[in-house]
């Protein structure tokens, strides 16, 4: 592997470029977020091979439609925007068993872990850990993913006004924790 | 959150899978904005996975884009081959087409004229989706020819492929120009069996001959079989109730045959180079 000299352009440049073809600004960003949309991914899903045809198919789509960014926020965003969508509606057509989408839910911390996470990330954090797990997977799933009502309810299998309802659910939850 | 980053054991455990919830979503709302951490996180990431989605990638940024009508045909439900097929077909191209209907709506002016080229319409109308058929085979447009004479692929499925696309876009056009015809609509209508029975005779002769070579052939014995009776006022020798029938009769003994003989008979799509 030849070293090269870190190529200096911002992503939103490097956008503009693969935009109009430039396949070294393609290959650079490529380089700089396949590393974060792998893991991100991966904790969604888990299967390794379902989340590398959708890591493939989203970057085949960032290059098509490179030109229709709306110049707005980060493109990490954007792609992110594009890469949890894919997953969505590659789960839906795999259709796996709903435990595998629970994973990311329940992992166990040790009560020394506990105080350290309440002291780093605060009260939000230990009121979130505090939450059912559905509720808390539909808080990821609009919240942090940033998906709406409707690819939210696919993602997890349920109706839509169970997700806004769970959403409402959890917002209050959250306010009496925090208050 | 300025200035605040992640440290590198809380940027292992993320990639590893191991962090609980919270650290997890501060991560990823993190990774979002942060140059810096993706970089520190780009270390996890197995190289040899990470160079084989890049292959992938490349390799289908790379191949040809679908054309319109490929994927509308895809969306249909046909295979992507097929389409692809049909799509590469010479008679699909925008200009023949519109030489077609030109001709075509020629034809239809001129019967508004004169009631005599109502009858050379109905002639010439079933022509133009016969002509449709021999170039979609014609050697020298035909852009997978020498692909397709080199497939072990059943050349009697390209064949009826093509030819229903062709059907498919030229009996349209044929039908538009034959509803400005004066008069009652029956002659709109008239040339459809005919055609039929053309095109299906034309199929079946395939087995002896080349398509181009039995298109002309079938195109011949019908404009010297009605173009006599039809330019001396007699056009129900053409296209009256008896040569409907006739015609009927025709396309569906040459389907019949297609049919049971599709997989005995080889079809000569053309004189290999």
């Not at chain 1, 299967?47 to 030109?67: K, N």
């Not at chain 2, 064949?159 to 029956?186: D, E, F």
């Amino acid at each position: 592997m030849v070293s090269r000299p870190p190529d200096p352009r911002t992503d939103s440049q490097l956008l503009a470029a693969v935009a109009e073809g430039d396949r070294e600004a393609f290959s650079e960003l490529y380089r700089r977020h396949l590393p974060w949309l792998l893991v991100r991914l991966g904790r969604r899903c888990s299967s390794p091979e379902l989340v590398d045809e959708v890591v493939q198919d989203t970057f085949v789509a960032v290059w098509r439609s490179a030109g229709r960014w709306d110049r707005r926020g980060e493109v990490a965003a954007w792609i992110w925007g594009i890469g949890i969508r894919r997953l969505v509606d590659a789960l839906r057509r795999s259709r796996p068993p709903a435990g595998e989408l629970m994973e990311f839910a329940g992992v166990e911390t040790s009560a020394e872990e506990h105080v350290l996470l309440a002291v780093q990330y605060g009260d939000v954090g230990a009121a979130l850990a505090s939450l059912s797990p559905e509720l808390r997977a539909v808080v990821q799933a609009t919240v942090l993913d940033g998906l709406t009502t409707r690819e939210a309810a696919r993602l997890l299998g349920i109706p839509p006004g169970t997700v806004k309802t769970r959403m409402m659910r959890a917002r209050a939850l959250l306010r009496e924790r925090l208050a | 959150m300025t200035g605040w980053h992640l440290n590198p054991e809380a940027i292992r455990r993320y990639a590893e899978g191991a962090a609980p919830m919270e650290l997890a979503a501060s991560a990823e709302a993190h990774l979002m904005k942060c140059a810096e951490c993706r970089d520190a996180i780009s270390s996890s990431v197995d190289t040899r996975r990470a160079g084989a989605i890049w292959h992938e990638v490349v390799d289908r940024v790379d191949s040809p884009r679908r054309s319109v009508a490929e994927r509308i045909l895809v969306r249909l439900g046909v295979g992507e081959a097929t389409a692809r097929l049909v799509a590469a077909t010479p008679t699909l191209r925008g200009p023949w087409l519109l030489a077609v209907a030109g001709v075509l709506a020629f034809a239809a002016w001129a019967a508004q004229v004169d009631d005599r080229f109502l009858a050379v319409f109905l002639v010439v109308a079933p022509l133009g989706p016969l002509a449709g058929v021999a170039v979609a085979f014609a050697g020298g447009l035909d852009p997978t020819r020498e692909i397709g004479l080199a497939t072990p692929y059943s050349g009697m499925r390209l064949l009826l492929i093509r030819t229903a696309a062709v059907l498919a876009v030229t009996v349209p056009i044929v039908a538009a120009a034959g509803l400005a015809l004066p008069g009652t609509h029956w002659p709109a209508a008239a040339w459809l069996l005919p055609t039929a029975g053309l095109t299906c005779a034309a199929l079946a002769l395939t087995s002896r001959m080349t398509p181009v070579v039995a298109v002309g052939v079938v195109a011949t014995a019908w404009v010297l079989a009605t173009a006599p009776a039809t330019l001396a006022g007699r056009p129900g020798f053409a296209v009256g109730a008896g040569a409907q029938v006739f015609w009927l009769a025709v396309a569906i003994g040459a389907g019949a045959w297609l049919a049971v003989t599709r997989n005995t008979i080889t079809i000569k799509l053309g004189r290999s180079a």
